[in-house]
């Protein structure tokens, strides 16, 4: 098959990332027959630098002639929190989330087998596994309400951010949830605040709801502040943890470093038509960029993803994740995942090795 991929590379370490992601796609399409053609599409501060904007007209109708998109990170200090928005980086992500429908983001968060001794919780709670499926809300809530900036008379100047849920956002993403759950082990895990925030109020009455009628997968409510403790002290009781949208932002970033770094995880931003954005979780990691040191599984575990919910091949994906743990098993360490004096490779050498295992 022939598939058309648009590639938007972004910042920092994303475009090491998305190269070596690239090649390791291609090297998929040799061994099962398909082959890609890619299309650049600029978005983020380097946008901001060529042409001042960070979401140029057209960026979503390029995407939307694609089959699916991947997208290494945008951002980074040299452009800061500008006054205006379209001089942000981070409101080209929110614009093309919303602007192609993406509201479910499955950031899926493992142990690798190969990493076990990289998990930094106890050994008996790493023993037993880590493999859960967080479900973000993805195009709702505070990240999309309206924001405020004022002068009051009497406290100085505030500012508001707010934040909303109608009812059919939160029943598609539930049913997501549920039904991901169907094909797992299932068990929904619904991440809330509703004994503070009317919003969570209201999105548990709907998961409750959607709950009856799923009635053959196990449900439970976590508190958000729980949800985070509970992240570290045993993970493995987790398979689906649904939730809107900033609580899924910061879980899966902890998420993330109970699996060894955030280096290491992917995700699948899709919605009800195509194409579906695929993206590592972590950002454009100033710290790192341009010195051959990112860990590019993250973006490669996404072509994976790319591969089963964009184009329906698991047999791809899996080759992928198998080539994956092919080359942790034999030791190959980038520094984020690397024990104290262990020897390290590079963005570059990691690729190289994921796709020679193709
Ligand atoms: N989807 C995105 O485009 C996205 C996601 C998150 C953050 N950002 C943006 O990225 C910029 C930097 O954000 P931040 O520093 O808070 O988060 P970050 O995820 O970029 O980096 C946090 C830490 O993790 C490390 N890290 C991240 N990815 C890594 C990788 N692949 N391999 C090894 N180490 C890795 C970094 O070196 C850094 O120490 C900000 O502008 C932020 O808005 C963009
Ligand atoms: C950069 C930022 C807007 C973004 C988010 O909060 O969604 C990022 O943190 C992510 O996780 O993709
Ligand atoms: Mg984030």
Redesign the pocket.
Known sequence: MNFKIALIR?????PE?VGEAVKVMEAVGKKFGHSFSFEDVLM?GCAIDAVGKSYPEGTAEKCKACDAVL???????K?GHASDPEKR??TA?LSIRKDLGLYANLRPAALRPALADACPLKKETAEKGIDLMMVRELTGGIYFGKRERYQTEDRGEEASDRMAYSQMEIERIGRRAFELARLRRHKVSSVDKANVLETSRLWRSIMHRLSEEYSDVEYEDVLVDNAAMQLVKDPSQFDVVVTENMFGDILS?EASMVTG???LLPSASIGDTAPGLY??????????AGQD???????ILSVGMMFRYSFHLPHEADAIEQAVDAVLAEGWR???IAKSGEQTIGTVQMGELIRRKL
């Open positions: 972004g910042d920092g370490i994303g990332v983020g997208l290494g990170a945008v951002g980074g200090p452009w980086p981070e992500l970033d770094s955030i280096g993206e590592p979780i972590h950002g454009s990691a100033p710290d790192i040191k990112a860990n590019p599984i993250a973006t980038t520094q984020d």
